[in-house]
């Protein structure tokens, strides 16, 4: 039988525990600022017992009597997934991250699952929420309790105050030259993200989705129709792809196509749920919000309003993040539909079965068809391609990539690139018959990039002004059949393939391809106005 506890006691355990077993990468980022030596110890025993005073006042104020096991057993198997995930991967959570993570369905979670994810779990979050759930905690009076959690924040309140001003030069350098620490210590950094994340999507009242470029109409009409393809990639990393001049040869049959690379690109954000949705709004990195771009219509809604193009959105990945919302969309993700399997991972290849016959019943009409591939989806890079394309050896075939070491981490990913070469390549070869009766052209780009282990950071998902450039730096091309080349002076393309570029170009772009007139078209944003006007 346990004895009775105060609820204050618990939390000052917990909290201890946390600051010691949960923020492993909360301190060995510290150690790679300051190192654990000299005067910097002293430091380091300063912050540990702040650390312990935070985390103990953030949950005296947010807890209750009412509520009080549930939300530390919340609290205790929530900081063991973090902990396991900040470990591993060297990723933060913050509300971009909690947003990627609530997208994700079971396929992708299930790349994620591992036997040490199991012993974290278990260890950290189990076995201490059943000590909290078999506590007998006492409680007073309300009067009592009142007091008591008054006194408790006071007195912690007046613990770091002593021990910031102790050492004030030594905080002012961590709180001000070094922000991004913050991101990494569990629970309280994970905790403010679903506070963020909830504001962000839930407390601005009734969405209402705005109308913009109602007034769009294509400019020219042209005896042959248009056809595009436009293709969202999946964590390709721009300096993977040989045509950007990577030492491996990941792009041999692009090589081979007529194609204009652009080296120069950026993303929007880290993660998918944010780049695909910014990607396609009117607003820039800067501008973009979540709230602004599920109230605001995409440059898909703009295509439809013109009555003349038939949009059709095809997916391999998780989902649309709601830019396919009012226009036709269509799940690749399983062999309901993709007829391209197998052990459970279905090929980008099968979004282009079938799409012959959309083109032919949509034949009068101008043509986007948007394929959203599965791509480099990480971490278990090996599933992302058949056996054929195991070009670079050997492989990490574990989605505990920090058990890998780093050659094998890049083969498993460029092997991957191999594949979405070949897919791209296999886009173009779909194309190339209908030009002749169509102006075709495909344009691909990726949502973000990807860290394979760089400073021992993986994946992506991090915060956009503390992220590698290994994950904003992304590829992107075009490629153009023979009737729209006469349109449009192409070559001039290969002296602006360096130009500094990003994901906001893809909006004004579209457009330009569908030469849509429209208030919201921005010509200086629209990759291929130059071309055309020098054609012209």
Known sequence: MFKQISSYRVILFCSFLFALFYNYSFFKNLFLVYKFSGINILYTISVFFSLIAFISLVINLLSSRFIFKPFMITLLITSSFVAYFMDTYNIVVDHSMVRNSLETNLNESLDLFSIELVFYVLILGVIPSFLVYKSNISYGTFKQESLKKLKTIILLLIFIAINVFGFSKFYTSFLREHKDLKYYANPTFWMFGIMDYTKRTYFDGKVVVKSIGTDAKIV?????????????????????????????????????????????????????????????????????????????????DILTHTNEIKVLWRDNNSDSKGVALR??????????????????????????????????KNKDKDILIVLHQMGNHGPAYYKRYPKKFEKFTPVCKTNQLEKCTKDEINNAYDNAILHTDSFLSDVINFLKPYSNNHETAMFYMSDHGESLGENGIYLHGMPYFMAPKTQTHVASLM????????????????ALKDNPYSQDNLFHTLLGLFEVDTNVYKKDFDIINPIRSDKK
């Open 479 to 494: 490629w153009f059949g023979d009737s729209i080349k006469e349109e449009l002076d192409v070559e001039k393309l290969n």
């Open 220 to 300: 020219e009409e042209h005896e042959k129709k248009e056809l595009v393809i436009m293709v969202v990639g999946e964590a390709t990393r721009a300096d993977r792809f040989s045509l950007n001049g990577y030492e491996r040869e990941t792009n041999p049959l692009l090589k081979k196509e007529e194609i204009y690379n652009f080296s120069n690109v950026s993303s929007c954000g880290t993660a998918t749920a944010h780049s695909v949705p910014c990607m396609f709004s009117i607003y820039d990195r800067d501008g973009y919000s979540y709230k602004k771009g599920i109230r605001t219509e995409n440059v898909l």
């Open 327 to 360: 226009v036709e969309y269509e799940d690749y993700k399983t062999s309901k539909k993709n007829t391209i399997c197998e052990n459970g991972e279905c090929r980008d290849e099968g979004m282009l079965v079938g799409l012959d016959k959309y083109i032919e």
